[in-house]
């Protein structure tokens, strides 16, 4: 497979896909197709990492968004394949009828489409356009149980959203304004890779001015405190697959958007320096975030607030920047995609079980479903940072790199993890062991999903293979 | 075309922002929801007109496209939805408001000040029918941002949005040769009639409320 016909296979199977989802029938059938169709995407993905097309001036493909986009098919596929058991309980419950379930899967394969093209994306409009449409479809589906609550933060998650997205384009007309003069009018002057080669050409007032927008509006979409208040309540109430794929994947490209923006920054030379802005959004989010754990009640906001705080750590390690903060920025990237949507697939499956996602009704559950009770111990484990898990590894990076260079940001950060970590502990405590009570179903869902995740993570943990390594080495060599 | 010329068809080309800046203030003093209506389709058309005027300097015809949409879908179509999501959901025909409008006026006119003050030195280089249409248009989304914050209406809160909306069309639009530009408005155009789609299907009347708090945690399902 030759690399121009993987890029359009990454983004036609997708789109095909849903399509033909819209018009078939039946759960069964519909839900391999997803998987099916998640599946092949990964591949064609995967064989982007050989063979690469030369960029266009509409997609590109380069070594940063080939990480994140191997990443972004990868939990895709996991999570479609977690996504049809989860949807199948969800039917037999009554939760979700066979006309919604359509609708779900399409706009599953729309999301995965809409985030492809982001990242390929060498157009600065054109992936402006591409995180609207995953935004989009991602209002839709946290609002697919139509309850009040459902609504009320299908509703607030598109205002916040939509505020923000509507930022961002600001901050990329003022970019076309700074490259129009240079790089000459028409689509060359949208083209991130023409931009960035006469990055140091550009007027650097212009450039901040639409940094500002860019951080506001694209941090929105990452869910940086104070911009977050979409990000629980969308997390908390839509179908647990799609909490699964905001935290690991749609927070991630928008980030992936930010950065190619700094890298713009960074290569001008003149411009302000994005770093410190990023540093204290991501500290800022990741002490919020910290506190914020305490006072949760139900279970898949608790893990959205470790979202923020997690996104907060990646923040700030790419602002601080240099190849070690770069790198540890990136593995941690990778490793909470992995860790977070494993959890939520067992906090999915554990809210099947009980019935409840309340915090309070989940008790007990290494005694009443041990595999799943283990599972979660595990998965809460890595995410609160313990070793041996693969986010241990990358915190410590980030820790380490920051006493190098700024001991007192360090000190902010390891008092914010230590405080994330009490409140992880705490819940864990009360959500595994302990004894049972209230229903408890038998779990038909499948959980490979969930294992095959923490696997890879507790493998990232302690042993990184020299390939991987030397790879994300060279991506954080180009962040600068 | 001569030189003099030249200048009266720039000074129509900021005529047209102006009047937008201006329809902005309109849209924040309307205390009834029929009025705030009607100024929101008077600013679709102000802003038609400019973004038909750019298509006419820049010689640029797929703008006409643009400003097209502008007229048709936001200063007719949507208007009409609106009017009828307030009739058939029986909105409260006043406005409520967060901060009254006196202190959102002068809050309003620091917002113009700021983004003129910000915009007209960082863009000495570009060419000057760019130049004050972008401090216009920033003004424009800044004035937007704002009724949003102290409106407590969906509706209006939709307005709201609908007008940074238009202040960004207008910045896209005043980008000499920026691609994609027609793209973008059908895209916000989508964006929109999702909203008021929502809104009808949903019967979504009222903001949620951030400032009562007890409020907010029962919606949340955070009860102690």
Same mark, same amino acid.
Request: glycine share 8%; proline share 4%; net charge neutral.
């Given at each position: ?11 036609a199977?997708p789109?095909?896909s ?5 018009? &078939?029938p ?20 995967? $064989? %982007? %990492?050989?063979?690469?097309?030369p960029?266009?001036?509409? &997609? ?5 968004n ?14 479609a ?33 809409g ?6 994306a060498?157009n ?10 995953? $935004?989009?479809? $991602? ?12 609504l ?6 598109f ?18 304004f ?13 083209a ?22 860019? &951080? ?19 997390h ?5 697959p ?6 690991? %994947?749609?927070?991630?490209v ?16 003149? @411009?302000?320096?994005?770093?410190p802005?990023?540093v ?5 989010s ?72 309340r ?12 595999a ?29 790199? $920051?006493?190098?260079?700024a ?5 902010? %950060?390891?008092?914010?993890l ?19 009570h ?16 923490? @696997? ?9 293979p ?15 | 075309?001569?030189a ?49 005027w ?35 959901l029986?909105?409260?025909? #006043?406005?409520?408001?967060?901060v ?73 639009? #005043? ?22 789609i #929502? ?11 951030t ?5 907010l ?5 955070e009860?102690?």
């Amino acid at each position: 497979m030759s690399g121009a016909v993987a890029v359009v296979l990454v983004l036609a199977l997708p789109a095909a896909s849903a399509a033909l989802l819209v018009m &078939l029938p039946g759960l069964k059938l519909t839900a391999r197709l997803n998987v099916g169709a998640s599946g092949l995407t990964l591949i064609a993905a995967a $064989t %982007l %990492l050989v063979h690469r097309p030369p960029a266009g001036l509409f &997609l590109h493909v380069d070594d940063l968004n080939v990480v994140f986009l191997l990443l972004n098919t990868f939990v895709g596929f996991s999570a479609a394949a977690f996504s049809a058991g989860y949807i199948a309980h969800e039917v037999e419950t009554g939760r979700l009828t066979a006309r919604h379930l359509r609708f779900y899967h399409a706009m599953y394969q729309t999301l995965m489409f809409g985030m492809n093209l982001a990242l390929l994306a060498n157009n600065l409009g054109l992936m402006w356009v591409a995180i609207e449409l995953a $935004t989009l479809t $991602t209002v839709v589906m946290v609002g697919i149980y139509r309850t009040p609550q459902a609504l009320e933060a299908a509703w607030k998650y598109f205002i916040l959203g939509s505020v923000g997205i509507a930022l961002a384009l600001f901050g990329t007309i003022v970019v076309y304004f700074a490259a129009q003069p240079v790089v000459g009018q028409g689509l060359p002057a949208m083209a991130w890779t023409v931009v960035m080669a006469s990055a140091q050409r550009l007027d650097p007032a212009l450039l901040n001015l639409a940094f500002v927008f860019l &951080l506001l509006g694209y941090g929105t979409k990452v869910g940086l405190v104070p911009l977050h208040a979409w990000l629980p309540d969308a997390h908390a109430e839509g179908p647990t697959p799609i909490s699964a794929v905001l935290s690991g %994947l749609l927070l991630n490209v928008a980030l992936y958007a930010l950065l190619r923006f700094k890298m713009l920054l960074a290569a001008n030379g003149q @411009a302000l320096a994005p770093g410190p802005l990023m540093v204290m959004l991501g500290l800022l989010s990741l002490v919020v975030a910290a506190f914020m754990l305490y006072r949760r009640r139900d279970a898949k906001r608790l893990f959205a607030y470790s979202s923020i705080e997690h996104m907060g750590i990646i923040t700030f390690a790419f602002g601080m920047g240099g190849p070690l903060a770069n790198f540890a920025g990136l593995f941690h990237m990778a490793m909470h995609s992995l860790t977070k949507s494993a959890i939520f697939y067992g906090v999915g499956l554990a809210a099947q079980a009980k019935g409840s996602q309340r915090l309070e009704d989940i008790r007990g559950l290494t005694e009443s479903h041990p595999a799943l009770g283990w599972g979660l111990v595990l998965g809460v484990a890595a995410i609160a940072g313990l070793p041996p898990m693969g986010i241990f590894m990358s915190e410590f990076l980030v820790v380490s790199s $920051t006493f190098a260079r700024a001991p007192w940001l360090a000190l902010v %950060l390891v008092a914010g993890l230590l405080v994330a970590l009490g409140a992880l502990v705490l819940r864990l405590h009360g959500m595994a062991f302990g004894a049972p009570h209230g229903p408890s179903e038998r779990i038909t869902a499948s959980h490979v999903p969930m294992f095959a995740h923490l @696997a890879l993570v507790l493998f990232a943990g302690i042993h990184l293979p020299g390939a991987v390594v030397e790879w994300f080495r060279h991506v954080a060599a180009l962040l600068g | 075309m001569d030189a003099a010329m030249d200048t009266t068809w720039l000074q129509i080309a900021h005529l047209f922002p102006g009047g937008m800046v201006l329809v902005s203030f309109l849209l924040m003093y309307q205390d009834r929801m029929s009025g705030l209506i009607n100024a929101f389709a008077v600013h679709a058309l102000v802003l038609a007109l400019a973004v038909a005027w750019q298509a006419f300097l820049q010689d640029a015809p797929h703008l006409y496209v643009t400003a097209l949409l502008a007229l048709v879908f936001k200063g007719i179509v949507i208007p009409v939805a609106l009017r009828r999501i307030v009739e058939h959901l029986d909105v409260h025909r #006043g406005i409520e408001t967060v901060v009254s409008v006196g202190p959102t006026m002068l809050f309003g006119i620091g917002l113009v000040a700021l983004s003129i003050v910000v915009m007209l030195p960082v863009t000495v280089t570009t060419d000057p029918l760019a130049r004050e249409d972008l401090a216009f248009a920033l003004s424009v989304v800044l004035l937007g941002l704002l009724m949003m914050v102290v409106r407590r209406n969906a509706v209006s809160q939709v307005v709201g949005f609908m007008s940074v909306e238009n202040g960004l069309i207008l910045a896209a639009t #005043g980008a000499k040769g920026m691609p994609l530009v027609v793209e973008i408005s059908v895209a916000f155009s989508v964006l929109i009639a999702f909203i008021v789609i #929502g809104m009808f299907l949903f019967r979504i009347r009222e903001r949620f409320d951030t400032v009562d708090a007890q409020a907010l945690d029962g919606f949340r399902g955070e009860q102690p």
